[in-house]
């Protein structure tokens, strides 16, 4: 079997040693390479491939994205439409993700920001603390990632919802679907976590209407993809004290531009896309799971629908 690996050079290594320990000798060549005969490759594992790259592998069976997200391989116009393309799911992302919304909903929830800034100054006060169970948390996309954080965030008692295209089932969580039922979403959300797929249909969501739709104070955590929000807004929102504070993971240019406010913003947290980070050793179970389908004849697990966008 022959993979070919187009992402980050840095990351070849430990994913070479993964795939070659699941599927011992087979070949694994890393993109760009001139002498590689093209008609060799079987799976295609990849983060963001040059438009038109994958199309000229005229023997694939099927392309594994090393993302949850699959918006960097759906602009490419060429595409092939008829090998599945297969996005990510795995624990250790599941988990990593969770932990993010985990640490900074309650990091914002018992106001770890006020205190920090108090020590700095050597004040010694106490603001009024809240019970969690009072604290609503709204998810947006209540999918892989969104469910998990959202049973989580459940588990340390907080009031949880999710807003989702379909009605979802989770204990304890209420579901929002559709965009009916966004502005009663909003209307009881204090912590705010974007987990939405990037579609046509959820590019520039968090925009003043939907921040404006929040109540006073609340908090926007987002670990989805930057084109969800019309940054803009965002910031007149937090400027004009509406938003108190927003946790950004991803941006509309990344690395971030150091010129970009948000690095300097008093009331902007950013972080370095690195919500969660696919883990070669684990990821690379996923992916052999899904090849031995393929191998098979039978469909992978997890693959994108190509009309709607995740
Ligand atoms: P997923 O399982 O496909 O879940 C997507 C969720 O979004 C589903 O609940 C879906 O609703 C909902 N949704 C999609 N389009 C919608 C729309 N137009 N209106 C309302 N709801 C909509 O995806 P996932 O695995 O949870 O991943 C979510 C995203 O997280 C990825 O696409 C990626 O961008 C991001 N991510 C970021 C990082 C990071 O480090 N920052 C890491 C991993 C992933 P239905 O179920 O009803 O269809
Ligand atoms: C990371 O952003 C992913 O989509 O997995």
Known sequence: MNFLFISNADKRDAWRDAMLERFPGSGFYTYPDLDLDKSIIDYAIVWKPPTGELASYPNLKGILSLGAGVDGLLVDSELPRNVPLVRLVDRCLTEGMSEYVLYWALHHHRRFDVYGMWRQDKIWKNLRQIDTRDRKV?????????????????TFHFDVAGWSRTKKNIDGVTSYFGADQMAAFLARTEILVCLLPLTNDTRGIVDAKLLAGLPEDAVFINCARGDHVVDADLIRALDGGHIRHAVLDVFHTEPLPADNPFWTHPKVTVTQHMASLTVPTSASEWMA?????????????NTVDLNRGY
């Open 138 to 154: 709204g998810i947006l996309g209540l999918g892989v990632l969104g469910g998990d954080a959202a049973r989580k965030l459940k």
């Open 289 to 301: 799971e899904n090849i031995k389908l393929i191998e098979a004849g039978k469909p992978p697990l």
